[in-house]
T-cell receptor
Framework: DAGVIQSPRHEVTEMGQEVTLRCKPI?????LFWYRQTMMRGLELLIY????????DSGMPEDRFSAKMPNASFSTLKIQPSEPRDSAVYFC????????????FGPGTRLTVT | DAKTTQPNSMESNEEEPVHLPCNHS???????IHWYRQLPSQGPEYVIH???SNVNNRMASLAIAEDRKSSTLILHRATLRDAAVYYC????????????????FGPGTRLSVLP
């Protein structure tokens, strides 16, 4: 398996623009996680899905952020409108099930909002 | 409230063993101890986990104190590639859907390996 795939790897956009980050989890994994990493706040869990259904989105910072998982092999994290404070590295991860010990992380998307 | 505490940074010489400590004095009986690491410019990767007994795998060993209030990740021979941030995380595995605030990456320990 190619592992968790994220695109784009880098994104530079202007404040106010819509940003869409994409993730393809490992085939057969039921859980998908979106994390954000900044120097100030470290690695934060934003939202996670079980079998394409959002389970906990309490980490989503505000209404400008939304995440969807239309099928088992694809998820998006959208920011609209984007702000400079959204600049961070966004990671997607997947795991086999809710009791699995391992989460497999993608390479991340580095987002810069100017 | 932080569930685990780790030193901010540690240094090791190449090819020497490294002992990375983690304190978790409020651990519950059903919390598993997980270790992940994050190499520069990469996503975190799983290293090892345990509940009560010491554990070994190809990457590392995990030594868990008898009272489970602390644990130590042991890299038997550090290489330059082991330079990373190491995270110690607790998770209660009784429930499938309790990731929320129950799988928290703290600041971790930044390990530097000197040639």
């Amino acid at each position: 398996d190619a592992g968790v795939i994220q695109s784009p790897r880098h994104e530079v956009t202007e404040m106010g623009q819509e940003v869409t980050l994409r993730c393809k989890p490992i085939s057969g994994h039921d859980y998908l996680f979106w994390y954000r990493q900044t120097m100030m706040r470290g690695l934060e869990l934003l939202i996670y899905f079980n079998n394409n259904v959002p389970i906990d989105d309490s980490g989503m910072p505000e209404d400008r952020f939304s995440a969807k998982m239309p099928n088992a092999s694809f998820s998006t994290l959208k920011i609209q409108p984007s702000e400079p404070r959204d600049s961070a590295v966004y990671f997607c991860a997947s795991s086999l099930d809710g009791l699995a010990y391992e989460q497999y992380f993608g390479p991340g998307t580095r987002l810069t909002v100017t | 409230d932080a569930k685990t505490t780790q030193p901010n940074s540690m240094e090791s010489n190449e090819e020497e063993p490294v002992h990375l400590p983690c304190n978790h004095s409020t651990i519950s009986g059903t919390d598993y101890i997980h270790w992940y690491r994050q190499l520069p410019s990469q996503g975190p990767e799983y290293v090892i986990h345990g509940l009560t007994s010491n554990v070994n795998n190809r990457m590392a060993s995990l030594a868990i104190a008898e009272d489970r209030k602390s644990s130590t990740l042991i890299l038997h021979r550090a290489t330059l590639r082991d330079a990373a941030v190491y995270y110690c995380i607790l998770r209660d595995h009784r429930l499938r859907d309790n990731y929320g605030q129950n799988f928290v990456f703290g600041p971790g320990t930044r390990l530097s390996v000197l040639p």
